[in-house]
């Protein structure tokens, strides 16, 4: 005798084709019968639903399906007894033909399920397209004081590298709005990487760097002699580059 599982047209809307994901409707959670289940048993049936969507809901024998399932034939006998409420025994042909025959009449109800179904899921990728375009248009052009080049500093400890962003820069731009804090920014990398013990933590990163800008500030006492700090950092990397 094979089984079948009840109202398979419920859980499968397409004929002639072997899907590769079954519905699973909230209303389950009103079904009583489904939190009798214990645990196990409740992970067979999801399991059965799965198989059964290769073969129109129609399962397997019992050994097929103990295999599928990868677990004993006495277990799943056992918990097929225990789903009786969800299955539906099929002994002959006769018994298929009475099964379409009565499926017949919720066709029309499960196509417009399913139409409904189509619609909400694509009303669903539309919103999701719109939401990526969105996301992909700058809300304003960028200038070129906002453009942030990828710059990593080598640090010491972990984590090893210290990437500059957005949110720092515009932190430190509207705390310095008159210095070129990119130009300043790659002069201090060159300096960190000098020496070793010039190397900073990536977490006092954003420390260091502000409080170099600070002495880069024309206010500071020490202006001429950042300025020529500047112009020594320069050269440096001049060099490198060269």
């Known amino acids: 005798m094979k089984n079948r ?20 409707y909230r209303d389950l959670l009103e079904n009583p019968e489904w939190f009798d289940l214990d645990g196990d048993t409740a992970k067979i049936l999801i399991g059965l639903w799965l198989i059964a969507s290769e073969n129109e809901g129609f399962l397997p024998d019992l050994k097929t399906l103990s295999f599928r ?24 042909s006769e018994d298929i033909n009475t099964i379409s025959s009565n499926e017949e009449s919720d066709i029309n109800t499960t196509s417009t399920r399913h139409q409904l179904d189509s619609a909400e899921k694509r009303r669903e990728e539309k919103e999701e397209r719109r939401e990526r375009e969105e996301a992909g248009k700058p809300s304003v052009m960028p200038s070129h004081d906002s453009f942030q080049p990828e710059i990593i500093f080598i640090t010491r400890g972990r984590p090893k590298t210290w990437t500059l962003t957005n949110a720092f820069l515009a932190k430190a ?5 008159n210095i070129d804090l990119i130009t300043q920014i790659r002069i201090a990398k ?8 010039h190397k900073k933590t990536a977490v006092g990163m954003e420390t260091f760097l502000l409080n170099w800008f600070g002495r880069c500030t024309p206010s500071k006492p020490q ?20």
């Open 5 to 24: 599982i009840k109202n398979w047209n419920k859980f499968q809307h397409f004929s002639n084709r072997k899907p590769i994901w079954i519905k699973l």
């Open 69 to 92: 399932l990868r677990t004993t034939q006495a277990k799943t006998e056992q918990a097929l007894t225990k789903l009786e409420n969800f299955l539906q025994p099929v002994e002959n």
């Open 173 to 177: 731009k509207g705390i310095y709005p």
């Open 190 to 197: 060159v300096w960190t990487e000098e020496k070793d013990h």
């Open 223 to 242: 202006a001429r002699k950042s300025v020529d700090v500047e112009d020594f950092l320069r050269n440096k990397l001049a060099e490198i580059q060269s």
